[in-house]
């Protein structure tokens, strides 16, 4: 199999048994539509400090109800030894971690899709404005969170208190991310686009996604193997 | 020899700090605006080196672990971590009250602040995530991955900041400005203070790395005694 | 010295070597259990019947 098949392989496997069951999926979505439904108790949904505030919301939704998806990656492999033959099997570890952060990745950009609808209908905005570049920026995002989520899943697989050392490994590294998806959708969900005073965050983003992805890429085989 | 050794660099750095603290009250002049409150500042700035170095230190050593597998460089990753986060905790508590003065404010979410911040809890998730393992193999590789992501998070982070203008007061030193924003006395005094707290980090640990040592050794006597007894 | 705002420089200089203080006392702590526990060990290792 080639390389491409491998990595497809294991995130089609994911993605099969967590959409057959959409166990955390559902769980995941309904979090986060209660989260989007609690903050509006949080803020005035007429006034303007709402406008300031949705990329912070959004990403908050998303951050907190995507680690709920992400804490699964790697712990359904953990009955019948599932982890072990993945491991034991001839794709190398760098496969095994690109499919699934392909398959988180994948489920978190479902619950997006999702909640920016509901959110617009919620809240009474139109968000589509800037569709084609809120798209990207979202997906960036969203690929920094499945990255660290996957690598520190597979850290974290063997812990007891693994679905508390999950989020509070994540959400400290993942805030340079998390802030330029906040900076960059409230700018995008107003209408705007992005200009050469918010273009940093965008470069941070990219550069979060390139540098940490080439970390956890080489990084993984020893977590997973030793 | 080595114990020897340790006790020395322990007196030389608190007869230096005393030097420094004896300089630092009496005899450097004072700055215009701040009053005394801004000799704060040596307590602040050479502490967040000390901690950068720690980290990178630790980062490495993990690094070295990975490769070779030899145990003295898990020690060393476990106690240079936890003496930057005490070092570290330094230069926050110490901001916070400098800024209290000076802004009026104990907090701000600017960049350099939150990313201060952010290193204290990513290497406060390292030592969570060790205690939280409990297999030593396992519990050395998986912290020595955790700490090189770490470290390049906490670069990663700080350099993000550099390219956003912050509330906090920029870079002073001659090395980084390239030219004369600080009193020299000031910045021969940094210099000063940054040895001495470089010097009490190498003991502190070494200290550390004297305790990981024995707590293995009592985890080893341990497991022979209840075998036998 | 200018004694301008000297309240705060204590303060500062106070937090800071509270810290390390704390932060040795800590260490020596744990010394002195890991100590009383590895003697604890070795006498139940010498008392116990040698095989």
Not at chain 2, 17 to 33: G, K, S, T
Not at chain 2, 160 to 178: F, K, M, S
Request: aromatic fraction near 12%; proline fraction near 3%; include cysteine.
């Amino acid at each position: 199999m080639t390389y491409f098949n491998q990595v497809f392989a294991i995130a089609g496997k994911d993605l099969r048994s967590e959409l057959r069951t959409k166990e955390a999926l559902n769980a995941s979505l309904s979090f986060a539509v209660v989260i989007l439904l609690l903050f509006s108790f949080v803020v005035d949904p007429d006034s303007e400090m709402l406008e300031q505030m949705s990329g912070g919301l959004l990403w908050m939704v998303f951050a907190f109800s995507g680690v709920l998806i992400l804490n699964r990656g790697f712990a359904r492999e953990l009955p019948n030894d599932c982890l072990d033959a993945l491991i034991a099997s001839p794709i190398p570890g760098s496969a095994l971690f690109f499919g699934k952060a392909i398959a988180n990745f994948a489920l978190i950009a479902i619950i997006e899709a999702i909640c920016f609808p509901v959110f617009g209908i919620l809240y009474n905005l139109t968000w589509t404005a800037q569709l084609p570049v809120l798209v990207a920026v979202s997906a960036l995002a969203t690929w920094a969170m499945a990255t660290l989520g996957t690598m520190f899943g597979a850290l974290t697989v063997n812990m007891q208190l693994r679905e508390l050392m999950l989020p509070m490994l994540i959400y400290p590294m993942l805030i340079p991310a998390l802030m330029s998806a906040m900076q960059l959708t409230t700018l995008l969900v107003a209408g705007q686009a992005i200009d050469s005073e918010h273009i940093v965050w965008l470069r941070v983003l990219i550069a979060f996604d390139i540098i940490f992805t080439s970390l956890a890429a080489v990084l993984v085989e020893t977590v997973l193997v030793g | 020899m080595r114990d020897k050794l340790i006790y020395g660099a322990g007196i030389f750095a608190a007869l230096y700090f005393v030097r420094n603290l004896y300089v630092i009250l009496l005899q450097l002049p004072d700055e215009a605006m701040q009053g005394a409150v801004y000799r704060i500042f040596f307590f602040h700035l050479p502490p967040y080196f000390t901690a950068v170095a720690c980290f990178l230190g630790a980062a490495i050593a993990s690094g070295l672990y990975l490769k070779t597998k030899n145990w003295k460089y898990d020690v060393f990753a476990v106690s240079a971590t936890e003496v930057g986060l005490a070092l570290a905790a330094i230069n926050l508590v110490t901001g916070m009250i400098w800024g209290r003065q000076q802004w009026g404010i104990w907090w701000t979410w600017d960049a350099r602040l939150t990313s201060a911040l952010i290193t204290w809890l990513i290497y406060l998730g390292y030592l969570m995530l060790r205690e939280g393992i409990k297999d030593p193999s396992e519990r050395a590789k998986n912290s020595a991955v955790l700490s090189i992501f770490a470290f390049f998070a906490v670069y990663f982070t700080y350099k993000a900041n550099e390219w956003y203008r912050t509330q906090h007061p920029g870079p002073v030193l001659t090395i980084r400005t390239g030219k004369n924003t600080i009193d020299p006395a000031m910045q021969a005094m940094l210099f000063h203070n940054l040895g001495a707290f470089l010097l009490l980090a190498v003991v502190l640990v070494a200290v550390r790395m004297n305790l990981e040592n024995s707590q293995r050794a009592v985890e080893s006597l341990r497991r022979r005694a209840h075998a036998i007894a | 010295m200018d004694q301008r705002n000297f309240e705060y420089m204590f303060y500062g200089l106070a937090a800071a070597w509270t810290i390390l203080c704390l932060y040795a006392l800590l260490l020596t702590s744990r010394g002195r259990k890991i100590q009383s526990e590895i003697d604890h060990l070795k006498r139940m290792l010498d008392s116990s019947p040698k095989k």
